[in-house]
């Protein structure tokens, strides 16, 4: 049996604390914005189940959880969450390396097609984060 994470204000407290810090405050208060009756218990189920539970808990570092997260997301062909999730990198400590690795797994265990994609997703947002992750020249050794 698992440990109890709290109440539901405690995990949502938990969670909104989390989701700023590994998404950023701007994309958070943008998704607060767009509350409202319709998505506001979905909201609050991903804030409390995502973030408050399973993000806030201490097992694994934020840099685990991002690439563990950015490889499920590109197994399931989730390629927008992908972007998003490589974004949330930079405040995670995942680094392109562990990117690009995290998405080898995925072409051996969900296959090469969601692999390819999710490389094509991940290095073009990288690229508009002002990384260099193209493939440069290699030095020749002699």
């Given at each position: 049996m698992s440990k109890s994470t709290g109440s539901d204000d405690t995990r949502r407290s938990a969670g909104r604390k989390t989701r700023s810090e590994v998404l950023g405050e701007a994309y958070v208060a943008a998704?607060?914005?767009k509350r409202s009756g319709f998505n506001a218990d979905f909201l609050?189920?991903?804030t409390e189940g995502a973030w408050g539970s399973v993000w806030s808990r201490p097992g694994l570092t934020r840099r685990e959880r991002s690439?563990?997260?950015i490889a499920?997301?590109?197994a399931g062909g989730h390629f927008e969450?992908?972007?998003?999730?490589?974004r949330a990198s930079a405040n995670t400590?995942?680094?392109?390396?562990?990117?690009?690795e995290a998405l080898l797994h995925v072409a051996?265990?969900?296959?090469?097609?969601?692999?390819?994609?999710?490389?094509?997703?991940?290095?073009q947002t990288l690229e508009e984060m002002g990384g260099d992750n193209k493939q440069g020249k290699q030095e020749t050794r002699k």
């Open positions: 998704s607060d914005a609050d189920f991903i690439m563990i997260t499920l997301l590109a969450e992908v972007a998003m999730h490589v400590g995942a680094s392109p390396e562990d990117i690009k051996v265990y969900a296959g090469v097609p969601a692999a390819n994609q999710a490389f094509k997703v991940a290095q």
